[in-house]
């Protein structure tokens, strides 16, 4: 009997989702309920998720949507705690096990592992920007910006009720109080970010866009919003970070200019995503 679901979204993910399906079979002799859901996918993405995990639910789906391939994924399983993972995220399955433990012993509704963002190959501007980034208080302790989120039944409830939204993380995050959800310190995931700055900045529009909807819609709490004070307060608590700040400025106003089309025109499915990461 499976001890959890894993729902893996998957959109031209050929040159990542074999390694990240055998690590999630690493490390646990437990059995995890695996549904991989290809959407839009114009490469192998389907062919290499087979062989990488036979085991697995391997499902395509002709519409490119991430949000339509989690509604599948979650129909394909009735598996709880659910464990939400992007397919360009590194999990291994000793950390799924410690992940859906919070859950199983009913402490909070969800969870989300520690973050590991490795900088080797990213240019200068790219480390600086991720410096500050991991540093904010709310990135801290926020589940987004992980590329895994884990929910229990009644979390899943919770999340499912939410408005459609471009942040589906943030969406997850934001729906639970402090007390509610935790980052487990002893799970971590490998977030690889984007090498050059055009692809950081392609990346924080699709951000900035979905962050924007989520206000919109009202999901998202004052609490996860970067403001000029948070920014202070770290060149006050971290004067290390003081010369990175300027960086992490620029790609923040960048972003938010480059997300004004899609805010105008009502654009919250063109996803904007970064190659540099995948290679």
Known sequence: MAVASVVIPAHNEAATIGRNLRALREGTGADLDVVVVCNGCTDRTADVARAADPSARVI???????????????????????????????????????????????????????????????SRWVRWYYDVWEALPQVESGLFGRGVVVLSEQGQARVTALPRMMSDDLGMSDSFSSEERRVVPSAVAVVHPPRTVRDLVRRRIRIATGNAQAGQLGVRRPGSRTSARTLAGLAVTRPGLALRLPVFVAVHVAARLGARGALRSGDFTTWQRDESSRT
């Open 60 to 122: 395509e789906i002709p519409q490119p949507s991430k949000i339509e391939a989690v509604r599948v994924g979650n129909a394909a399983t009735d598996v709880f705690p659910r464990i939400h993972l992007d397919a360009d995220i590194e999990l291994d399955g000793a950390a799924a096990l410690r992940l859906i433990e919070p859950i199983t012993r009913d402490e909070v509704l969800a969870t989300a592992p520690r973050r590991d963002v490795p900088r080797t190959g990213c």
